[in-house]
């Protein structure tokens, strides 16, 4: 008969236990993930921590949550490779592209054709130096972007949890630390923003030196793949209109003169000489896969 | 001639300077001193000349000293409408509906109100549903006066040696029985008392209460949200949706302040 008082009160305190329990168990979870390096599960279990509404356990997953986020910030910046690296290579390009835009201007004052259509090549090779420079950068930027994120939310559940328990210095100094880092990812950040725009600059003067050369170049020398790949530097590449599309499917109706079938065969074996890929040089095949119209680049003759 | 006429000008701007020093001083007191039915007069004039901040200036502080009505707050919603605080206009109606459900204006209003902000009214339980059909205050005096009407009819025969009679008993009945369909009523108000309402537009609902805790969700102005727990400076709210989490007390206010 004693212990009915004492059953009732358990009863009733049953639910309060069950979230103190709950918390305890998603903290326990999420601290045992962290520990085996899995970020995604820690997360979850680490979030339904303190989310919980335990005075006691909230600080501790915080603190916990912030260590995660860092550590997936610093996941994702390891896909960046070398930041120096990044860096010369752009400037590489820029300096190769101020080169063929010299040469492409002493071309054009020489008037010389020969001159003209090698700087012109120059320029190509300049721009696509120069593309491949601009998605480097602009991947490296989605990287750093999403890095940042998660550090900024790291250095939050740090301050939070700070917030909660004036006594943890230590998630005092983790914020501090990850502000650091997010301060030094931004300085970084601007670095290469910066040169993305002075790219972008020098794409455009490279592209107009390309536009003057091939003025200049006569008619029946110039290459109709020439402004396809121009169209495909363009960052934005517009979506066709669905007449166009429907254009593309049937192809155009111009025929295919004497002269423009040596002209393309001339071409497309320059094209593989002097411009080709590592994959052509070292025997590209395509695969069936390929080979298929719906994969093929460029017009139908 | 000019000398005299130079004492006579700095006499009189001194006289002007005191005179002013003591208006100044008795001008907040002189607005502290006007009436609950002057400041709503007031309030009703400069919304009419289209001088709604001051018509919110005027209720606010006719309400903030305790003079609040059903017609103030329904008045305070209109302004605070027109000066595009969209939250507090939510807030003004829900507690000038709570003093008068029956206000057919006030619900034309929050029905606009929610239509336009694209915000479901909040889903109530059947008791919550029950007890808006009284305000508040008189499912209190109902249920009051059904049990003690009750109890009296019982005992107060005996004590006083009157002769009992049937219909007493029947009246007891029928008072206990008022005071019995009184109690999901009054259970419904309590539950309504957990209301508020959000302020300001894109609020967030954060996991923790802390000032940079993880956004879950952002809620928008005059959205209404269950009060489930609170602590320091923050609430724990639910939406409709089940979306929850902490929000700051200066961007939510509950309908029924405690």
């Not at chain 1, 939070?160 to 230590?170: K, P, Q, Y």
């Amino acid at each position: 008969m004693k212990l009915r008082p004492l059953a009732i009160l358990m009863l009733a305190a049953s639910p309060a236990l069950a979230v103190t329990h709950g918390a305890r168990e998603f903290y326990n979870e999420g601290v045992t993930r962290l520990g085996k390096g899995e970020l995604r599960d820690a997360e979850m279990a680490l979030r339904k921590a303190a989310g919980a509404d335990v005075e006691s356990v909230q600080p501790l997953a915080l603190y916990n949550l912030g260590h995660v986020r860092f550590r997936q910030g610093e996941e994702m910046l390891k896909g960046e490779g070398n930041r120096q690296q990044l860096l010369d290579s752009s400037v590489a390009a820029m300096n190769v592209a101020e080169e063929a835009i010299r040469s492409g201007g002493h071309a054009l004052e020489s008037d010389e054709l020969k001159a003209i259509i090698a700087a012109y090549m120059d320029a190509r090779a300049a721009q696509k130096d120069l593309r491949i420079s601009r998605d480097e950068t602009s991947r490296t930027l989605g990287l750093i972007g999403s890095a940042l994120e998660r550090w900024r939310r790291s250095a939050g559940d740090f301050h939070s949890a700070l917030e909660l328990d004036a006594t943890n210095t230590d998630a005092k100094t983790n914020a501090e630390v990850v502000e650091q880092k997010i301060e030094e990812l931004l300085k970084f950040k601007k670095q290469i923003e910066q040169q993305s725009e002075q790219v972008s600059e020098e794409r455009e003067k490279v592209k107009d030196m390309k536009k003057k050369l091939r003025g200049k170049i006569p008619k029946d020398m110039q290459r109709e793949s020439d402004d396809e790949e121009d169209d495909d530097d363009d960052e934005e590449k517009k979506e066709p209109q669905i007449g166009e599309k429907q254009k593309q499917r049937l192809g155009s109706d111009r025929e295919v003169s004497p002269d423009m079938a040596r002209w393309l065969k001339e071409t497309m074996k320059r094209r593989t000489m002097s411009l080709g890929t590592q994959q052509e040089g070292e025997g590209f095949r395509p695969t069936e896969e390929q080979r298929r119209p719906s994969q093929r680049k460029g017009r139908d003759w | 001639m000019k000398m005299t006429q130079q004492t006579i000008e700095g006499r009189a701007r001194e006289v002007a300077a005191v005179l002013s020093f003591f208006l100044v001083l008795l001008a907040p007191q002189s607005r502290a001193a006007s009436t609950p039915d002057e400041r709503f007069k007031k309030a009703s004039e400069a919304y009419a000349a289209g001088e709604f901040a001051d018509a919110v200036y005027e209720l606010r502080e006719m309400v903030n000293e305790g003079n609040f009505s059903a017609a103030a707050f329904h008045n305070l919603g209109d302004a605070e409408w027109k000066v595009g605080r969209h939250g507090h206009a939510v807030l003004a109606w829900e507690r000038a509906l709570s003093l008068d459900p029956f206000s057919k204006n006030t619900t034309a209003n929050l029905r606009f109100a929610r239509h336009n902000a694209r915000v479901d009214a909040p889903q109530l339980a059947w008791h919550e549903r029950y007890s808006t059909a009284l305000p508040g205050g008189w499912w209190i005096v109902i249920a009051s006066a059904g049990l003690w009407g009750g109890v009296a009819l019982l005992t107060l025969p005996r004590l006083l040696g009157w002769r009992r009679a049937d219909w007493h008993q029947g009246v007891a009945a029928a008072l206990f029985a008022i005071f019995l369909l009184c109690g999901p009523a009054l259970f419904g108000t309590w539950k309504r008392s957990q209301f508020g309402v959000v302020l300001e537009d894109d609020v967030p609902l954060r996991l923790t209460p802390t000032r940079e805790a993880e956004t879950l969700v952002k809620v928008t102005a005059g959205e209404m949200a269950r009060v489930e727990r609170e602590r320091g400076e923050y609430f724990y709210v639910r939406a409709d949706g089940d979306r929850a989490g902490w929000v700051r007390k200066a961007d939510f206010a509950l309908v029924w302040p405690r």
